[in-house]
């Protein structure tokens, strides 16, 4: 016992001075062999004196020598039948276990090679993954002959289709994108995990077992083949090794920081990475650009290979029914081909071949696909950029579809960046603390393909996207709109017109298209800015939206670059909400243009169509009800029923009235009462300690002080509905705030202490906090954007209402862990607020907020 302490305490010893050597952080394969060295020679001198009669083998991770600090130390133990030896591989396990090697093991004998082959891919693919241990040599050398031998065309079919399946569902899970902001360095498109499943799949397809007792990592080995194949030359190898080792690098740093396997790359951890590695506060964001380059070529690497093995699959064509495209190029069962064997192409050329890659929705040959991104490598090397190439680039952007996959596949092999220089600083370019899910580029490039994929939608959006025959500018505009970030965030828009202008004359545009394509850049976040932070009945606020708009085409145009932009955030930023916000904008700024009306004559008219209604007209309390609120949008966001039920309650007289709802993914509440002081802040406090979080509000009040108040609630730790047993509580609350039964204050503080533990699992960003002021003829809006937390809204409501403003309008705009809420105000003499207060008001909401967070 004694012994096995001693080696147990080496063992950590070493271990822990391998883990600390600087030289293996930065060498990954070297960090990697050296601890699958370690525990291999430990399990040595652990089993030395243990008779084994089986076969140990290294399997996973460990078989690759690509062991990180807390893989999984996976071990497999073979035999001709497990019958008889069970007693001998209990005491083994318990060995490595008593000297620190926490293993992770399986016991396989030779029938389970059939059994798996049938049954089980995972555990399948593991046989031929292993390199030997300890044991029987001549046993384990039977068991790869079997391996190989059991394998008949059908099967090797039936196992590559079932890869293939599997990395979409891995991808659709972990993302699909290689550029995902927070990705899991394993799992994501374009991790380590696509890498090792071309490994198994070339496996499988050639019959062969890669691994074999050399002390390098089985990555390696596998590209040295790839390379005697001529499958990829050594720049290729070269490029992909410094990828995977990125990768891997990245990954052995993950444990070591976290202390425990760990393969989710979280904001907080890329920053202590970047910082481990010796980038500074000012160049971190450099580590994620490198990072992403190297995730994007291992995925291309990837897709490649995959796409390669399905074609092999499928029945191969007929030279004969091989097509010329032209001198250069040639087409051949959907891939296209270089007719002759020149190994570099120009930009120009290159492009070429992407239109008709767009044009035919055809692939490249691997060959091609190697001189494209080789020729766009020698651009950047040279930084020889050149536009000479604009006229195919302008015939791509009017394909009549497949464009941002076009573009997508430019990107991803080099030549956009290399094509559109302006267009490199966006590679790569991430903005952590905000609500983008991706990188600058890719959010740009599925920006595209989302207007593309509106056909498969019966909606306005499709129908004026249909409309537009030629979209290159549409599709410049997108292609643009973020083009000036790299360079500032803030007022990016305003700078990216002036170089959109520029990049728009290069390619050859007129007046017109660069005129509106440098508008639609300038204005790209106006719709969004007005349709969720402003009221959509207020006329000032339509007069000034509308009065952007020269023609019908640019307000065409910015609706459809704006659903393209929000919807390409992330998955869950684009909601019915908004798309119904964002359609009711362009409704009405639609008529306005049409007609020639402005905000007010065009609020009367439908205000007057909706009154004339006969369930309203010839119902004289509900007819006066509705005219008592000056508020069309009350009239679109009920149904005629409910407001029957309003109506009823109020003249019931109960003081206070709360109808539940479920509607466009929220729990909807509806509080009918009497205006009081402080009323929004005490509804906003009671739903806050019922653990609801408010994603909008809305407030009618009538002219003899009823007021009619509006959310859209999420219960805040699943994110998902109220559940409808929690309704009677919620109601409690309500009413008990609204008659001054609660002491809303004092239960706040009661539970913040229970938010703030779970919070630090929803919110992860801790963005500045920021106070605008706009003043129109009415009211004085105040715009204020912060982190978002549980109570937030309860806190600025309340402190508000210290300093002495009441809301009228508020709407509250959630951008995942951001929040924008704009609010109405006036005085409690009815005037707005003055230059002179505006910055005793940012000093207290400020600090109301950070008092929160």
């Keep these: ?328 190029f040639s087409i051949k069962d959907n891939l296209i081909y270089l007719n002759n064997e020149r190994r570099e192409l120009s930009i120009a050329e290159a492009m070429r071949g992407f239109y008709y890659r767009g044009l035919h929705h055809a692939r490249f040959s691997q060959n091609l696909r190697s001189i494209i991104i080789n020729s766009a490598i020698d651009v950047e090397d040279s930084e020889q950029y050149s536009l000479s190439s604009s006229v195919f680039f302008r015939e791509i952007l009017k394909l009549p579809h497949k464009v941002g996959e076009t573009l997508s596949v430019m990107n991803s092999l080099g030549i956009l960046g290399a094509f559109l220089p302006e267009f490199r600083d966006l ?53 643009l709109h973020d083009i000036a970030k790299p360079m500032s965030i803030s007022g990016h828009e305003i700078i990216g017109a002036e170089i959109a202008e520029t990049i728009m004359m290069q390619l050859g545009y007129g007046q017109e298209e660069t005129e509106l394509v440098q508008f639609l850049v300038k204005h790209h976040l106006a719709m969004e800015q007005v349709a969720f932070r402003r009221n959509l009945n207020d006329p000032e606020t339509l007069d000034n939206f509308v009065s952007l708009f020269s023609s019908k085409t640019e307000l065409n145009y910015l609706y459809l670059l704006t659903y393209a932009d929000l919807s390409a955030v992330s998955p869950v930023v684009w909601t019915s909400w908004k798309s119904e916000l964002l359609e009711e904008l362009y409704k009405k700024s639609c008529s306005m243009l049409n007609d020639k009306l402005s905000g007010k004559e065009l609020l009367y008219e439908n205000t007057l169509a909706m009154i004339s209604n006969p369930k309203i007209a010839d119902n004289d309390v509900v007819k006066s009800h509705v005219e008592s609120i ?20 109020i003249e019931s007289g109960n003081k206070v009235s709360v109808f539940f709802k479920e509607e466009n993914g929220f729990t909807n509440i509806t509080v009918i009462t009497r205006d009081s002081e402080s009323l929004l802040a005490r509804l906003c406090g009671s739903l806050s300690i019922s653990d609801l979080n408010i994603h909008d509000a809305k407030i009618f009040t009538r002219k003899d002080g009823i007021v009619i108040d509006n959310f859209n609630v999420t219960d805040f730790r699943s994110k998902k509905l109220v559940d409808e047993e929690k309704y009677s509580s919620i109601k409690k609350n309500i009413v008990a705030a609204l008659l001054n039964e ?76 951001d929040v924008v809420d704009a609010f109405y105000v006036l005085d409690r003499n009815g005037n707005k607020i003055t230059d002179s207060d505006h910055e005793l008001i940012t000093l207290e909401l400020k600090l109301a907020i950070a008092e929160i967070l």
């Design 1 to 328: 016992m004694q012994k096995t302490l001693e080696i147990k305490k080496q063992f950590e010893a070493e271990k822990a001075k391998l883990f600390n050597n600087k030289e293996m952080l930065e060498d990954a394969f070297k960090l990697c062999i050296n601890y699958s060295l370690l525990v291999e020679e430990y399990i040595f001198k652990t089993l030395a004196k243990q008779k084994i009669e089986f076969v140990l083998v290294a399997a996973g991770s460990f078989s690759r020598r690509e062991l990180s600090p807390y893989s999984d130390i996976d071990l497999m133990f073979i035999l001709d039948k497990i019958e008889g030896y069970e007693k001998s591989i209990e005491e083994s396990v318990t060995l490595l276990w008593d000297i620190g090697i926490e293993i992770s093991h399986t016991v396989r004998e030779f029938s389970d090679i059939d059994n798996f082959l049938e049954d089980d891919l995972t555990s399948f693919t593991q046989f031929f993954e292993t390199r030997f241990l300890i044991g029987n040599k001549e046993l384990y050398k039977t068991w790869n002959e079997k391996i190989l031998s059991v394998l008949d065309e059908t099967h090797k079919t039936r196992l590559l289709n079932q890869y293939f399946a599997d990395i979409k569902q891995r991808h659709k899970k972990y993302g699909e994108s290689p550029k995902v902001l927070e990705p899991n360095v394993k799992s994501t498109a374009g991790g380590l995990r696509d890498f090792h499943t071309i490994e198994w799949i070339y496996s499988i397809k050639n019959n062969t077992i890669i691994s074999n007792q050399e002390e390098i990592t089985q990555t390696e080995l596998f590209l040295l083949k790839m390379k005697k194949e001529k499958f990829i030359d050594s720049r290729g190898v070269r490029r992909l090794l410094n990828s995977y080792k990125t990768l891997l690098r990245v990954r052995n740093l993950l444990h070591l920081l976290s202390n425990r396997r760990e393969d989710r790359l979280e904001f907080t951890l890329q920053e202590k990475i970047a910082h481990s590695l010796g980038y500074t506060e000012n160049n971190w964001k450099e580590f994620m650009l490198e990072y992403f380059t190297a995730t994007n070529v291992v995925f291309r690497f990837s897709r490649t290979l995959v796409k390669r093995y399905e074609e092999e699959l499928s029945t191969p064509v007929s030279e004969f029914l091989s097509i010329e495209l032209d001198d250069d």
């Design 427 to 479: 590679i790569g370019f991430f903005q952590p603390g905000v609500y983008h899910c991706y990188t600058a580029d890719e959010h740009t490039l599925i920006a595209i393909k989302n207007l593309e994929y509106l056909n498969e939608s019966d909606s306005l959006l499709w129908n004026i996207f249909d409309s537009i025959k030629v979209k290159d500018t549409l599709y410049l505009s997108v292609l």
């Design 630 to 649: 000056d508020d069309a949008s009350y009239l679109q966001l009920y149904s005629h029923e409910e407001i029957n039920e309003h109506v009823k309650e």
């Design 742 to 817: 609660l002491h809303i204050t004092q239960e706040f503080n009661k539970i913040k202490s229970r938010w703030w533990r779970i919070e630090n699992k929803l919110f992860k960003r801790k963005d500045k906090i920021k106070i605008d002021f706009e003043e129109y003829d009415n009211y004085s809006i105040i715009d204020v954007h912060s982190p978002d937390r549980i109570g937030m809204l309860y806190q600025i409501t309340s402190k508000m209402n210290e300093l002495g403003l009441v809301i009228y309008f508020a709407k509250i705009a959630t951008k995942s862990d």
